[in-house]
């Protein structure tokens, strides 16, 4: 897998539960081998559902639903975009994405990810990452030519920070690949801790 712990590289297949081409990109970007095999769960909020508890249980449903060998390590995230208490996900449609958009111009937001490690159906590590965001003042126009390039449609938030969003980005706090949809530094340090023994 490319993990290497104390001197010793690690043998375990990574497995990354998810289809999002954004998290394969960091993850090869960051040198760790892996194949695909994405979930397919219900990512419905639960009524009163809090976000960040959103967001692990989302992370740790997708890792197991993928079925994974003995000899495989699954890795499941998920991202929202969060505005006060409200979970900003994808939008539904270009209205949905203008109306997003319109909310987050000019004020502080917070990016959640939950990340999940595990292993023979066992959950080896559970965590979250936190980034605030704070964007910049957005004319309807402005907002209307973003929605029109079609980069918000699929994305939490209706944004993409790595693409025609950055323009707006003010400054962020917290981890920039948590934002582009998987802290990769977290990422990394639980696998290597998760890890299975080396014989």
């Known amino acids: 897998m490319g993990i290497i712990r104390a001197g010793v590289r690690i043998k375990t ?9 954004r998290r394969a990109e960091l993850l090869a970007a960051a040198g ?3 194949v695909v095999r994405a979930a397919d769960i219900d990512e419905t909020p639960r009524p009163g559902e809090m976000p960040r ?3 692990l249980r989302m992370a740790e449903e ?9 000899s495989e390590t699954v890795l499941a995230a998920d991202t929202t975009v969060v505005l006060g208490t409200e979970i900003l996900g994808k939008p539904v449609d270009s209205l949905d994405a203008a109306r997003m958009l319109t909310a987050l111009a000019g004020q502080r937001h917070e990016v959640l990810t939950g990340v999940c490690v595990m292993r023979r159906g066992v959950t080896l590590a559970l965590e979250l990452a936190s980034t605030a965001v704070w964007f910049s003042p957005m004319g309807k126009q402005e907002i209307a030519e973003y929605v029109a390039s079609g980069e918000p449609l699929d994305k939490a938030g209706a944004y993409a920070i790595q693409g025609i969003a950055s323009r707006w980005v003010k400054r962020i706090e917290g981890s920039y690949t948590n934002v582009v949809g998987l802290p990769v530094a977290m990422v990394y340090r639980l696998l290597c801790v998760s890890a299975p023994p080396v014989n």
Do not use: N, Q, W
């Open 13 to 21: 297949t990574l497995v990354l539960a998810s289809r999002s081409p």
């Open 32 to 34: 760790l081998p892996f």
């Open 53 to 55: 508890d959103y967001v």
């Open 62 to 70: 997708k890792a197991r639903a993928v079925p994974g060998t003995d």
